[in-house]
């Protein structure tokens, strides 16, 4: 609890708190982000489990710099939004479930990573991935509706 | 009595505002719904930009049932939140900016499939976006990504 005092009245936090614009441009960079993040892991998730066959797997697993830039943006923006508000964030159960479930879909995401790297054969060109990737792809679509929903019900804890 | 105040004193109006999980739910919704539009058009609209060439560019239609499901997800969302607080939706301009970026957004999409996505005769060379055709493909990611702005910014802005 002290950390998260100390957190919210760091220069950044009263920076925030004091210029009005800050906190509302992060918080739509944060929806930007996410349009990004989750938008480009559907497409992929969806074309694993054989949605949009006409276009090449590989390519479609090619989206994933725009996953990245998703991500990237909103773990800036999240954690500024956290400093500003952090003894309100840091004791909220709802926050902490979405980081539990952003964790499990982050390591789901490297073993999804593993497989198409370490692919015997050539799946990914064939574009015919095996049982295992689509549980991966299912899980991953799961876990990011489940991580969209514990933020957006952050704000009524 | 108005329109606007009318709605948001129905059954069902009143219900959203109040409930413990409604607001919260169909915000959600309107959430994935959200990320589904974005992923499926702003693909689509990069395509016909050029970028991801080695993506078939007709095939790239076929992530339009994905566009649809969410666009229709944030329509019933969209209007049951609405419901709930209808008068100060409806004279917030920063919402009717949403709106309106919606609608060019929307006819932005209908004109590039008018245009680039129909199928060329059998023995004709496959279609190239035009450069008018990048316009469209490029406004429209500005009008898609502006809403999203626009609309996370009715809480903040008149």
């Known amino acids: ?157 | 009595m108005g329109f606007l105040e009318w709605l948001e004193q129905t059954d069902f109006g009143t219900w959203v505002g109040e409930s413990l999980w409604a607001y919260p739910f169909f915000e959600t919704m309107h959430t994935i719904g959200m990320a589904m539009v974005i992923g499926s058009l702003g693909l689509i609209n990069l395509r016909v930009l050029g970028y991801k060439s080695e993506l078939p560019l007709l095939a790239t239609q076929k992530l339009l049932p994905l566009a649809w499901i969410g666009f229709t997800m944030n329509l019933i969302s969209g209007l049951t939140l609405f419901a709930s607080d209808a008068q100060h939706f409806w004279n917030s301009y920063t919402f009717r900016v949403k709106i309106v970026l919606i609608v060019l957004g929307g006819i932005n999409a209908a004109i590039l499939g008018r245009r680039v996505f129909q199928e060329p005769p059998a023995g004709t060379p496959p279609v190239v976006p035009t450069s008018g055709a990048k316009w469209i493909a490029a406004s429209s990611l500005v009008f898609w990504f502006g809403a999203i702005c626009a609309g996370r910014l009715i809480a903040y802005l008149p």
């Open chain 1, 1 to 157: 609890m002290e950390f998260l005092v100390w957190l919210e009245h760091t220069a950044i936090a009263n920076a925030i708190r004091t210029t009005p614009w800050m906190y509302p441009t992060f918080e739509t960079l944060h929806y930007v982000g996410l349009s990004l993040l989750v938008g480009g892991i559907m497409l992929i998730d969806l074309r694993v489990l054989g949605v949009a066959r006409q276009l090449p797997l590989k390519s479609m697993i090619g989206l994933l710099p725009f996953v990245w830039v998703g991500f990237i943006i909103n773990a800036i923006t999240g954690s500024l939004l956290f400093i500003y508000g952090a003894t309100g964030f840091g004791t909220n159960s709802m926050f902490y479930l979405k980081m539990t479930f952003m964790v499990i879909a982050g390591v789901n995401a490297l073993a999804f990573d593993v497989a198409v790297r370490r692919a015997r054969t050539d799946w990914v060109a064939a574009g015919l991935p095996p049982a295992y990737v689509k549980v991966f792809a299912t899980l991953s679509f799961a876990l990011w509706l489940c991580v969209v929903t514990a933020g957006r019900w952050m704000a009524y804890r």
